[in-house]
């Protein structure tokens, strides 16, 4: 599976992510609407500060930019394989239709909703808490009227543990028009950056809850 970390920047219309660069180590690169050349730097292993390349225009990319996606995306995992293409936000009035499902590698998380879910399940030290995280969607899942009805119903475990991380991240981030896509998106990378089976406790859980539905 194909994961990646893309963050939109406010210093200039654009977004960002971390690479590994093939001369070796970190860098970071900076895509805007219109402009060809991609915004690249290095990370300096002495100083910690974003170094551009030689062929990167500093006008359409300047130094405040590469330090917010810097900051942005310093815990989040490098970028694997696809291009990124950013169109800016252009205002036109017409008729409502169906938003079609985003695939992937379009999929484009906010980093202040992730920050936010980072910080509501770190720990004293600021560590992410595998414990405190299964427990609070777990506590969820029980008091849930919805999660309820679709256990009864026999929902995929796929639906229900969607329905859970979607709602509760949507509540802790503030932002209610945060996707499904664009929560599993946080969920994946939760696991990226930290060792696998983050959700193992919950999605035991759900799994208990479906498997006794199907008994009774």
Do not use: C, W
């Not at 205002?91 to 509501?120: F, G, N, Q, R």
């Amino acid at each position: 599976m194909i994961r990646t970390a893309v963050v939109t920047l406010t210093t200039i219309p654009a977004v960002a992510y971390r690479q590994k660069l093939a001369k070796g180590g970190a860098g970071i690169v900076i895509v805007r609407d219109k402009v060809s050349q991609p915004g690249i730097a290095a990370i300096s292993k002495t100083s910690g500060e974003a170094i551009p390349t030689a062929n990167t225009p500093a006008k359409s990319y300047p130094a405040e930019a590469f330090k917010e996606a810097q900051e942005l995306t310093k815990d989040l995992p490098y970028k694997k394989l696809g291009a990124v293409k950013y169109v800016q936000a252009k205002v036109v009035e017409e008729k409502p239709v169906e938003e079609p499902e985003l695939k992937e590698e379009t999929v484009v998380v906010d980093s202040k909703d992730y920050k936010a879910i980072v910080k509501k399940y770190s720990d004293k030290s600021g560590k992410l808490s595998y414990d405190l995280l299964n427990r609070d969607l777990i506590k969820f899942a029980h008091s849930s009227s919805k999660v309820r009805s679709m256990i009864a119903e026999k929902e995929s475990e796929k639906k229900v543990r969607q329905y859970v991380i979607a709602t509760k991240f949507r509540g802790i981030s503030g932002n209610k028009d945060l996707t499904d896509a664009q929560a599993q998106k946080i969920a994946e990378l939760l696991d990226e950056v930290s060792p696998k089976g983050v959700f193992k406790e919950f999605n035991a859980d759900i799994r208990a809850k479906l498997t006794a539905a199907k008994k009774a």
